[in-house]
């Protein structure tokens, strides 16, 4: 019996001296924009710049797989271009999005070939370019009518 109390005796010490720990809650850290390059739209007609832009480039798998998924929001001023090895017929959707977005699909001579405009917040409908493109420009929804934008108005980049 002595023994029994004994053993039992240890392990409730033991247990009495593990340090326990309280559980919080993990919060994860909003995605910061990274300005990686600059953007210009250009009217096709009259070569005006209809707007310029700070960029994130999309150009891993990873990158193009995640897009903007997870962030709360992005300036008028920012944009990101997923850039594609070739052109192909792209598709998008909104899996993960918090904030509707203007999704600008570009041809592989850098105009504009289509659009899917003022997306629907985590909806994860396809969203299809319709023609092959090479890039797709992100960018807050409802800016592609601010700016006037139309299929054949072009773009051009460059990465800092």
């Known amino acids: 019996m002595r023994s029994v109390l004994k053993s039992i005796l240890i392990v409730l010490l033991f247990f ?5 720990e309280n559980k919080q809650e993990i919060k994860t850290e909003s995605i910061a924009f990274t300005k990686e390059g600059q953007l210009t739209i250009t009217q096709s007609e009259s070569g005006k710049v209809l707007a310029q832009l700070d960029i994130e480039i999309a150009d891993t798998e990873y990158e193009t797989q995640t897009g903007l998924m997870y962030r709360e929001s992005m300036e008028d001023s920012q944009g990101m271009l ?7 017929e792209h598709s998008f959707y909104m899996k993960n999005t918090q904030f509707s977005l203007d999704i600008i699909y570009i041809d592989e001579n850098l105009k504009i070939a289509s659009f899917q405009k003022n997306t629907t917040p985590f909806d994860e409908s396809s969203l299809p370019s319709g023609v092959p493109v090479q890039y797709v420009l992100e960018v807050k929804g409802g800016l592609s009518d601010v700016w006037g934008l139309k299929v054949g108005d072009s773009i051009a980049f460059n990465k800092i």
């Open 16 to 20: 009495a001296s593990c340090k326990t």
């Open 82 to 88: 997923f850039v594609f090895k070739e052109a192909a």
